[in-house]
């Protein structure tokens, strides 16, 4: 029928492509941002995605997490590979042994030195010229290290290493299966008969003559919202997306299961950039399912921090509250200056969502930029700073200072989301400031008033719309 055209916007992806570039070799694989404790989960998850298990995720290995010991024990990971019928191979390894892997195709899994006695797991993605390049599950994809800072890290688990192949059963489980049409229903009623020989003509004669074959359908069939519905879908076969969401709207007023017609509606409305409202259209019929977060633009701040904060969980619904709240949420994080959330739908039902964030200059980067803050500075007479922090969680330092004999201030804000793990973006600053004013008297001729504050604040979006 014309839904076959329906929620094509996108394809999956093959099989990750091997490249070498000059004296690099590196392999493509898909990114995934860890959850607590879930280092070696999204290490394993990525390396599945990379050979084919398309929706691989990190929280299917969440029961395997040691509190105590501070993530999965190595032996309880490659136990986890080897149940779920994939090949895990792991040994001590080398930079000669990483090259040679990779210049298989295949990626590998290492576990390093992380905070003290810590432990981490990062899948090394490409190695030479001195770097080695990891997908780290924490800060982000592609981190290159120098080698001997990677070495260094390393030699701590004693050169754990761990490749994973898919056996050949698995191989036949991810391989797409063949095509077969569906058979025709039987036991339809009148208009049902009826509704499919029209569509029949339709691809016989052409969408010219849609809008007579099913208004024909629409006078013997008043209250179905069959021909509604395959109307709306000759509307999206044409490009018309608003007159296609008017006509799916109504097929769904008069049958509000009518799943064709719902999913129609929510697909013209997202051809029209309205994401709330296709996200509003496709959730009755469990549409669609978030796959992964893909964020860009992130040098100070951890993936892992982005992803806590949105608090958007890969393998479950994706609704339109949900979305809206990681907009509020993603445009309140300190070391943002602009951010942008997209999403992108793909085969089977499922979704990507893009994050693209601005961070906030530490220092002007142009002499345009040097400019315009000194003439600031010199205007205001006052100079302010604001600086990421070192731990990666998405704080923010900031503080300033005015000069102005008649006014001056001086402040200081520290912000940071999500702070020890709780709710919200917490927020600590001070501020104290002088004003002088004409006195009322001679005895009195001028008159100084200073003032000061300081305060812990708290904010989270709990919905969409209540903050």
Not at 406 to 426: E, Q
């Amino acid at each position: 029928m014309i839904g076959t055209l329906l929620f094509a916007l996108s394809l999956t992806s093959g099989l990750s492509t091997l490249s070498t570039q000059g004296a690099v070799t590196t392999v493509e694989v898909p990114y995934l941002s860890q959850t607590d404790l879930l280092c070696g989960g999204a290490a394993a998850a990525m390396v599945f995605r990379y050979w084919g298990d398309f929706h691989a995720d990190v929280q299917q290995f969440a029961s395997l997490v040691d509190v105590r010991a501070g993530g999965i024990a190595s032996d309880t990971l490659v136990q986890a590979v080897e149940s779920r019928g994939w090949r895990a191979d792991h040994f001590e390894g080398s930079l000669a042994g990483l090259h040679g892997h990779l210049a298989a195709g295949q990626p590998v899994i290492v576990l390093v030195a992380d905070r003290g006695t810590r432990y981490h797991y990062l899948v090394v993605t490409g190695v030479g010229e001195g770097r080695v390049i990891v997908h780290d599950p924490s800060w982000g994809p592609s981190r290159a290290i120098g080698e001997r800072e990677f070495l260094r890290n390393w030699r701590a688990s004693q050169f754990w290493a761990l490749v994973i192949m898919p056996t050949p059963h698995v191989q036949h489980t991810l391989a797409p299966q063949p095509w077969r049409p569906r058979s025709p229903a039987v036991g339809h009623d009148r208009c049902d008969v009826l509704l499919d020989q029209a569509v029949v003509d339709i691809a016989e004669r052409g969408f010219d003559e849609a809008d007579d074959i099913l208004g024909a359908v629409r006078v013997d069939c008043p209250g179905s919202s069959g021909p509604l519905r395959e109307l709306a879908g000759v509307r999206f076969a044409q490009g018309r997306w608003s007159d296609a969401a008017a006509l799916a709207r109504a097929a769904v007023a008069r049958d509000p299961e009518d799943s064709y017609a719902l999913n129609l509606l929510g697909t013209s409305l997202f051809m029209q950039d309205d994401v709330v409202g296709a996200l509003r259209a496709w959730n009755p019929i469990g549409k669609p399912q978030l796959d992964l977060v893909r964020i860009q633009g992130v040098h100070h701040t951890r993936f892992q921090a982005i992803t806590e904060a949105l608090d958007l969980r890969p393998n479950a619904l994706l609704t339109a509250d949900a979305f809206v709240r990681a907009m509020r949420r993603l445009g309140e994080l300190p070391d943002g200056s602009a951010a942008r959330l997209a999403v992108r739908p793909e085969a089977d039902g499922f979704a990507a969502l893009d994050v693209v964030i601005a961070e906030r200059a530490v220092v002007p980067r142009t002499w345009p930029e040097w400019t315009a803050a000194a003439a600031h500075a010199g205007i205001d007479r006052t100079v302010a700073v604001s600086l990421p922090g070192s731990t990666g969680q998405g704080e923010t330092w900031s503080a300033s200072w005015r000069w102005w004999s008649h006014r001056p201030s001086v402040a200081f804000a520290y912000a940071v989301p999500r702070a020890g793990g709780l709710f919200g973006v917490w927020r600590v600053e001070g501020r104290w400031e002088e004003e002088t004013y004409a006195g009322d008297s001679r005895a009195q001729p001028v008159a100084r008033q200073s003032r000061g504050h300081a305060g812990l604040t708290v904010s989270d979006w709990l919905t969409g719309n209540v903050r």
